[in-house]
């Protein structure tokens, strides 16, 4: 893979390496790796992937910023810098177009109260990036190195100084922030449909066409899941739930796509859930941070740094592992 540098706007190619980032026992090597405890300076960050999932488990990095880092000021670049910035097909996620790229950053970073300012061109010489991370160790996978299981929200953290001893005290599970009116709003959604009712969401599609369908292996996340059978559901599905176990499992169930709301709705209504069971998707990962539980289905050997604390994974052996 390759890895890049965001300098006077531009991008520069750093060259073929393993795996992004930089080793913690090499940190102290970096010339600008740790911010002073007292850093009252302007934090400029970029993504460089901006699907559903990519945009959600990076989410928390600003809240945890404020929170070591008190009196940082965080600058994110304007949709206009992206779309100048980025080539057209590294935006045009799964062949959506490249505004699917931009609308995604509203959907789960909208209405960020920790994000300061929105950058043009030539206002900051260094940019940080996602590319910019420093992993504990790297192990073999099959034939690829890639990190020990950490999330990247802590890899991207620990890049800027944080510690062991900080993650145990700031949470890094994806953050949404949404405005009073949506809440007004989606709160009597889910009032007209399960009123005062303990209630969950699934999810059993996927964007990758490789994982469309219902997979063959999904009765470990029935199993995984039998405490929270019966309860009512919201759910976004690519088969009919009705004419499978899951429509036994869950017989109390409100399709979302009846239901004529918006993405940045249905996020609400996942992230006040009491319970998220889903193949593994981006829009699940997005919500895990707001006190559900979340299970989910993994088509992998591994989730790597896509892990988030918290979450219940389910691999398609049958095996378990929580982070």
């Not at 970096?30 to 993504?47: A, C, N, Q, R, T």
């Not at 690829?144 to 620990?158: G, K």
């Not at 889903?278 to 006190?291: E, L, N, R």
């Amino acid at each position: 893979m390759r890895q890049w540098l965001v300098y006077n706007d531009l991008r520069y190619d750093l060259g073929e390496i393993d795996y992004l980032g930089v080793s913690k026992d090499n940190l102290h090597n970096i010339k600008d790796v740790h911010l002073p405890e007292d850093y009252d300076g302007w934090f400029p960050f970029m993504s460089m992937c901006y699907t559903l999932g990519d945009l959600g488990i990076r989410s928390s990095i600003f809240e945890a910023l404020k929170q070591k880092y008190p009196r940082i000021k965080i600058a994110l670049p304007t949709k206009e810098y992206i779309t100048d910035f980025f080539p057209p097909q590294e935006l045009n996620i799964y062949g959506y177009g490249e505004n699917a790229a931009i609308d995604n950053i509203d959907k789960i970073w909208g209405n960020n109260p920790h994000i300061d300012y929105y950058f043009n061109k030539g206002e900051f010489d260094r940019i940080f990036t996602d590319h910019d991370r420093c992993y504990t160790s790297l192990i073999h996978d099959g034939d690829m190195i890639r990190s020990c299981d950490e999330p990247l929200a802590e890899q991207i953290l620990r890049r800027w100084g944080f510690t062991d001893e900080d993650f145990k005290k700031i949470n890094t599970q994806p953050k949404l922030y949404f405005t009073q009116e949506e809440i007004n709003k989606n709160e009597e959604v889910i009032k007209k449909y399960v009123g005062s009712s303990t209630y969950g969401c699934l999810l059993f599609a996927s964007r990758i066409p490789e994982y469309q369908g219902r997979w063959d292996y999904d009765s470990f996340l029935i199993k995984e899941t039998e405490e929270y059978h019966n309860n009512p559901v919201f759910y976004y599905s690519d088969f009919d739930i009705n004419q499978t176990e899951w429509g036994k499992c869950f017989p109390n169930s409100f399709n979302f796509k009846n239901l004529n709301l918006s993405i940045r709705d249905q996020l609400y209504i996942k992230y006040r859930a009491n319970f998220n069971i889903s193949y593994q998707a981006g829009i699940t990962d997005s919500v895990c941070g707001g006190g559900t539980t979340s299970i989910v289905l993994c088509p992998y050997n591994s989730i790597r740094e896509c892990c988030i604390r918290g979450v219940k994974y389910v691999y398609k052996d049958g095996t378990t592992k929580q982070f």
